[in-house]
């Protein structure tokens, strides 16, 4: 699942947000791209709500980001 995230500025702030995921799944996979404040997470086990209430409750509001044209959800680093 691809998220835009208000908030998603450094390195920082992308260790916080992928410890509130990784709260709720420690094995999620998760890509940040600070350039454009996206964020790709990959899990088995949560859904885009369960990621989206972690996200703000950490005080990164966050949305479901649109996919590429092609049905991709990178998290936009590749152009």
Not at 4 to 17: F, W
Not at 48 to 55: N, R, T
Not at 56 to 78: K, N, Q, V
Request: aromatic share 4%; hydrophobic share 40%.
């Amino acid at each position: 699942m691809l998220f835009d995230v208000l908030g998603l500025v450094d390195e920082t702030t992308a260790r916080s947000i992928a410890f509130a995921v990784h709260a709720l799944d420690p094995q999620a996979k998760i890509t940040a791209n600070i350039g454009r404040g996206r964020l790709l997470v990959e899990s088995g086990t949560l859904k885009e709500a369960d990621i989206g209430d972690a996200l703000r409750a950490a005080g990164f509001p966050a949305s479901l980001a649109p996919e590429h044209p092609e049905g991709s959800t990178c998290c936009g680093s590749c152009g």
